[in-house]
């Protein structure tokens, strides 16, 4: 059974970069089929795809964040991070990491296995 983690600060200044890290465990991000996404929801809004990573290791964004963000994996670890420059507090949500099926865009969130989430709050 395949599980992801999600870890990283929990508080980042305005301005600054996010970075969270999703380990994978029971599967492997360069063998298996699907792309693993970062999704995101703030607070009383429904969920926000971010972006993937495939298992070849190409990248897809969405168009809104594709300027601000940067997923790459860590194949050694079974890993795969997101950096999110230049935050702000409407960057304030709980992060997931998340399985989904490959597209190269915005997959169908509810056929995506999703991680546990972490909260992130930009705040000075």
């Known amino acids: 059974q395949v599980q992801l983690q999600e870890s990283g600060p929990g508080l980042v200044k305005p301005s600054q970069t996010l970075s969270l890290t999703c380990t994978v465990s029971?599967?492997?991000?360069?063998?298996?089929?699907?792309?693993w996404s970062w999704i995101r929801q703030p607070p009383e809004k429904g969920p926000e795809w971010i972006g993937a990573?495939?298992?070849?290791?190409?990248?897809y964004y969405s168009p809104s964040l594709k300027s601000r963000t940067s997923i790459s994996r860590d194949t050694s670890k079974n890993q795969f991070t997101l950096q999110l420059s230049s935050v702000t507090p409407e960057d304030t949500a709980v992060y997931y990491c998340?399985?989904?099926?490959?597209?190269?865009?915005?997959?169908?969130?509810?056929?995506?296995?999703w991680g546990q989430g972490t909260q992130v709050t930009v705040s000075s």
């Open positions: 990573i495939s298992l070849g290791g190409g990248t």
């Open positions: 998340a399985r989904c099926p490959p597209k190269s865009g915005s997959p169908r969130l509810h056929d995506c296995y």
């Open positions: 029971g599967g492997s991000i360069t063998t298996s089929y699907y792309y």
